[in-house]
């Protein structure tokens, strides 16, 4: 499987040092220019936004996605599984018609304006679609699965002793989950923002249906070098910078955790 | 259903349920490969619902063949795809522009014109194209403009001028196509230019003129225009006629222009790929698409125009009438076709990204 | 104690519900007589009977639902044995294999899918549901190892260690006491890389071949001339097919208790 993996990977590779043919394609003569075009401030911004976005829908996924994965974990084990797939089923239905019903949910005429102006909450419609809030919510929607399922992996099965004596011992729930939950649950809590922050960084579908479109992350802009500008090579070095940059991050953690980990054993 | 009798332990059967929902929606389903009996296969890449079944079951009793349709959603992937290596296709329908990138990449088969009489029937406005005027290697299928769709009962009088996308009176119910050649191809027109200008001043210029008309903008988006002009969410959208004519149909207070400034004309186009297996039989499946009742019938499903003449007599009476679907004569002078721009793009590309960013 | 459970239930709830309403919306309007959902245009079960006849858009679920289930188990016994393999290397050399092991999800998915044509088309391999296949399997080991290895980290070692003690083959520990421990993180990766392979559109745009059409092939290929209602009908089906079954294994289940 790995052949399957490293040599595509090569390839791209290969590809970012190359330059764009005029008609498409692949011209393969040597070149960094692809990376030079990448320090253009213009796209710093796009970065800087993207990361942004992408962090505020990882730490809305982890506020959700917690309770949520902690009931499942605690209900008894026969139902755990079929909490499980209640969470996944929207995600059998395509990606596409969800965000869709997204849009007419969030629109001026929407249900969500609807709803509000009929309970009395405000008289006027307000543009939710269409904007940065509509994208959080359209990222959030879709990877909060990626999150609940490695919680409640590691989750399932937290000692349960443990928690019901921090109870006794701790005034507050707060302190109970911040002291005892959460450090058991470290490493369900990394996998999910892994799983949550990398594909909302390349998300380019959500950004243009939700937030119309008016401003780019760097999902969208590897989108457009690839299939609007048909530049692979500067499409593959945007791509390669980004996926450096990501795993470098969660190496540098890996690598401290590690060393950290050894120490609370005492090796 | 599976007797659930059998099933041990109850975490068994929960995942029997999950493969239940696979298994019964799968069970039921003739595969790909079932009914024809082994013979010709035809591959054709195309827009998705550009042909309808009905239609592919005709030629396949016809031709006693079988016809795998495949789809793809912009010229860019059709080319990527093709670029990459795919092969196995025998006709597909790429867009003027593209036709001309496809020749020079040297993906192509010429056409043999004399399997395809229909060819013959092409309207006057769609001969010697400029992208190729012999009709050597493509040959244009279904076409149209591209313009503003409006509602009439907010709009008037009629807009007969882009700048009406200006007009801050609509703020916030201007939707625009989420395409950089199509938005500029406005600017530059508004500004009188050509849309295929590689003059960068002249970009520039266009740029700063988008730049003005951005805080109006509702949204760029080539998807769901037609969904907000119904609504009534926007009040002006621009965008395909053919997506339009379909908005006309659910909400009859909507217009379309070509404005006197003039606009794009597009046409998908069939063309034989080099490595086609089948160039007899995909040359037959062309000129069975260009029969004046086929593309007629195609017409009245689309509502895109066909490039058959004698098809636009058979063609609802309406659609006819319509120049969101068929474009008046009076608007044909002022029309331009998008050619493929080179590395010149590059320019269009850093402008558009700066439109976004800004 | 009675506080922090009636607040983490009503936290469940709000998140099923926040889950379950675009689903709400979309089953709606399957139901819906306009062409274009935008607005509400009277009831109709039209779009259920274009479905039940559309062959193409059924032998395209087939295709998806097949690929699916193949890729999900390769990529479930490939993520499950790297994430094993992982946890045995000393912890100074785990974050460069771990680095590399998460790479797949760190390409987007665009880039994946050129590679993986390039690669294909290079080694000349014809492009078909296999490759396909082969195409979401890459992409899923990771997310599969990630979540697989977010379990064994807080594992005890020393069951592992005892179970060695008292006379197992490796094999035999690994299958009675390693796996066991694992099956709710292979639950949640199996469901995960089940739910991505559906509903995946790129890689599979890039590495499908003629005639190997899936579902989101054919539902992103219409965004240019609308969505047809009819693919709300076929979510809402496969919703409602999906709950009935869970009802029917709780209700037999009951039953036997």
């Known amino acids: ?267 | ?358 | 104690m009675n506080r922090g459970r009636i607040w983490l239930r009503s936290a469940s709830l709000a998140n099923l519900l926040f889950l379950y309403l675009p689903i709400a919306v979309l089953i709606l309007f399957s139901f819906n007589a306009s062409r274009l959902s935008a607005t509400w245009q009277g009831g109709t079960f039209r779009w259920y009977l274009v479905l039940v006849e559309d062959q193409a858009l059924l032998a395209a679920v087939h295709n998806s639902l097949v690929v699916a289930a193949v890729s999900t188990f390769l990529a479930t016994v490939l993520g499950v044995s790297a994430a094993v393999g992982l946890e045995r290397l000393p912890a100074g050399r785990r974050w460069t294999v771990e680095g590399a092991l998460l790479l797949p999800l760190v390409i987007p998915e665009v880039m994946l899918g050129v590679a993986l044509l390039l690669f294909f088309v290079m080694i000349k391999v014809p492009l078909s549901l296999v490759t396909v296949t082969i195409g979401h399997t890459v992409w899923n080991v990771p997310i599969v190892a990630v979540i697989v290895q977010a379990r064994l980290q807080k594992l005890d070692s020393r069951l592992v260690e005892a179970a060695l003690d008292l006379g197992a083959t490796p094999w035999q520990a690994f299958r009675r006491v390693t796996l066991p421990l694992l099956t709710p993180a292979i639950i949640g990766a199996v469901l995960m890389a089940f739910t991505l392979s559906l509903d995946d559109f790129i890689v599979t745009f890039f590495t499908a071949g003629p005639g190997s059409t899936t579902l989101p092939l054919k539902v992103y290929s219409m965004i240019k001339s609308g969505v047809s209602p009819e693919i709300n009908a076929l979510s809402a089906m496969l919703v409602l097919i999906s709950m009935a079954l869970i009802g029917l294994s709780l209700l037999v289940q009951r039953q036997r208790h």
């Not at chain 2, 004399?114 to 076409?143: C, V």
């Open chain 1, 1 to 267: 499987m790995g052949i399957f993996f490293f040599i595509p990977l090569l390839i791209v590779l290969a590809v970012s040092f190359a330059s764009r043919g005029t008609d498409g394609g692949v011209e393969w003569t040597f070149s960094l220019t692809n990376y030079a075009h990448l320090a253009d401030p213009l796209y710093f911004r796009i970065y800087g936004r993207s990361i942004a976005l992408a962090l505020a829908t990882t730490a809305l996924c982890l506020l959700l996605g917690f309770p949520l994965a902690y009931s499942i974990a605690r209900a008894p084990i026969r139902w755990q599984g079929i909490w499980l797939l209640l969470v996944m089923i929207p995600f059998w239905t395509n990606f596409l018609v969800r965000t869709y019903a997204w849009m007419f949910i969030l629109r001026t005429e929407g249900l969500m304006n609807t709803l509000l102006i009929n309970l009395g909450v405000m008289t006027q419609p307000i543009e939710l679609l269409y904007s940065d809030w509509a994208i959080l919510i359209g990222l959030v929607y879709g990877y909060l699965p990626f999150m609940v399922l490695p919680l409640y992996a590691a989750t399932e099965r937290l000692d349960l002793s443990v928690v019901e004596a921090a109870w006794d011992l701790y005034a507050t729930g707060w302190s109970v989950f911040w002291r005892v939950i959460l450090p058991l649950t470290k490493p369900g809590v990394i996998a999910g923002c892994i799983l949550v922050f990398i594909p909302s960084l390349g998300a380019f579908i959500t950004p243009d249906l939700l937030g119309g479109a008016k401003t780019m992350m760097v999902g969208n802009l590897i989108q457009h070098e690839y299939l609007v500008m048909r530049d692979w090579p500067l499409g593959s070095a945007i791509s390669f910078s980004l996926m450096a940059l990501v795993l470098l991050a969660v190496m540098a953690y890996f690598k401290t955790d590690g060393r950290l980990d050894r120490l609370e054993r005492g090796v």
């Open chain 2, 1 to 358: 259903m599976v007797n659930n009798h059998q099933m041990h332990t109850s975490r068994n059967r929960k995942w029997l349920a999950a493969f239940l929902c696979v298994a019964s929606l799968s069970a039921c389903q003739p595969t790909a490969e079932d009914g024809l009996k082994k013979g010709r296969t035809l591959y054709y890449f195309t827009w998705s619902d550009y042909v309808s079944p009905d239609l592919i079951a005709e030629f396949e009793r016809q031709a006693s063949a079988k016809v795998v349709v495949d789809t793809f959603s912009s010229n860019e992937e059709l080319l990527a795809k093709l670029q990459g290596g795919a092969t196995g296709y025998d006709v597909a329908a790429p867009s003027d522009f593209m036709v001309s990138i496809m020749v020079r990449q040297g993906l192509l088969a010429e056409l043999a014109l004399e399997k395809i009489p229909n060819a013959t029937l092409l309207a006057e406005r769609l001969q010697r194209l400029p992208f190729d005027p012999d009709n050597r290697y493509s040959i244009p299928y279904l076409w149209g403009t591209v313009g503003i769709g409006y509602d009439s009962n907010v709009i008037s009088p009629p807009p007969e001028s882009w700048t009406v996308l200006w007009d801050p009176r609509f703020k916030g119910r201007i939707s625009m196509l989420n395409d950089q050649r199509e938005v500029f191809g406005v600017a530059l027109r508004v500004i009188g230019q050509s849309l295929n200008s590689r003059d960068p001043t002249v970009i520039g210029q266009a740029k700063a003129k988008l730049l003005s008309q951005k805080p109006l903008v509702k949204t760029y988006t080539s998807e769901s225009y037609d969904q907000l002009l119904i609504s009534g969410e926007v009040a002006l959208a621009h965008g395909w006629g053919g997506a339009i004519a379909r908005a006309m149909a659910e909400r009859p207070s909507i217009k379309y222009v070509v404005p006197k400034e003039g606009g794009t004309i597009w046409a998908d186009c069939l063309v034989v790929l080099k490595t086609s297996r089948n160039k007899d039989l995909a040359m037959r499946f062309i000129n069975y698409l260009l029969d004046p009742v086929v593309a007629a019938r195609t017409t009245n499903r689309l509502r895109f125009a066909s490039s058959n003449r004698q098809a636009k007599a058979l063609v609802d009476e309406q659609l006819r009438e319509n120049p969101a679907v068929y474009p008046l004569d009076s608007t044909f002078d002022r029309l331009e076709w998008m050619a493929d721009l080179g590395d010149a793009i590059r320019q269009y590309d850093r402008a558009w990204t700066e439109l976004k960013m800004q």
